[in-house]
């Protein structure tokens, strides 16, 4: 593997599918697959969940409200971290027929498993039916920018910040920082060292090696 990837991506994919009209709701579909591009989400994949989970849904279209909830799903699931909160608190309430399914085709996994999937997402942002079979390893970032990644040099060290899921790594006397999830990962360039780490032991920790431009996060397996 020599390019960033998401673990749970490969195993959850979706047919390609144009992006859905949302104007009987009121919304606007392309400034949506645009605020999910400048949220360092994935516009194509967007439409995908989007329209899977429509497909179980037509009647939302036609509900603002609903369509709300299937727009920040799909956002999430394209890898806009910022709507993680957002959307993990909206799958709350999708419990029942019609809906409960749309949240399942838009996270591209089977119904059955939508309520363990929400249950453990509230303490394992990494969680996905199947993880296990990966043995640990959740996504990789980074890469050689010659190949489309973003780092010229292997990284040289890792550390864990105190934010939820984040890492800071050294990168060609660079410091770059990583937030990270199941579906998503965003790295941005910081100014200088990170002021604070953390050493806590939660089960997630990023591996690092000089002969790979990628850093992969492995998350262990709780009892």
Do not use: K
């Not at 036609?62 to 910022?82: P, S």
């Not at 190949?147 to 890492?167: H, K, Q």
């Amino acid at each position: 593997m020599r390019l960033p990837v998401q673990l749970a991506n490969a195993r959850f994919s979706f047919p390609p599918a144009e992006l859905p009209d949302l104007s009987e709701s009121g919304l606007d579909a392309a400034t949506a697959a645009d605020s999910v591009l400048r949220a360092h989400g994935d516009p194509a994949l967007f439409a995908s969940a989007l329209a899977a989970g429509l497909a179980h849904d037509p009647a939302a279209s036609r509900d603002r409200e609903r369509t709300l909830d299937l727009v920040a799903i799909a956002a999430w699931r394209a890898g806009a971290l910022g709507l993680r909160d957002d959307a993990v608190e909206r799958l709350g309430t999708m419990d029942a027929g019609a809906r409960r399914l749309a949240a399942a085709g838009t996270l591209g996994i089977d119904v059955e498993h939508l309520d363990e999937f929400r249950r453990r997402q509230q303490d394992d942002r990494f969680w996905w039916p199947g993880r296990a079979a990966e043995r640990g390893y959740v996504l990789a970032a980074g890469g050689f920018r010659g190949l489309g990644g973003a780092w010229i040099r292997p990284p040289e060290r890792a550390v864990r910040l105190a934010d939820a899921v984040a890492f800071a790594l050294l990168v060609a006397d660079e410091w770059w920082r990583l937030d990270c999830d199941v579906w998503g990962a965003r790295l941005t360039q910081l100014g200088g060292p990170p002021l604070t780490v953390d050493e806590r032991d939660d089960g997630a920790s990023i591996v690092i090696a000089p002969d790979t431009h990628l850093a992969w996060v492995h998350v262990r397996e709780r009892a």
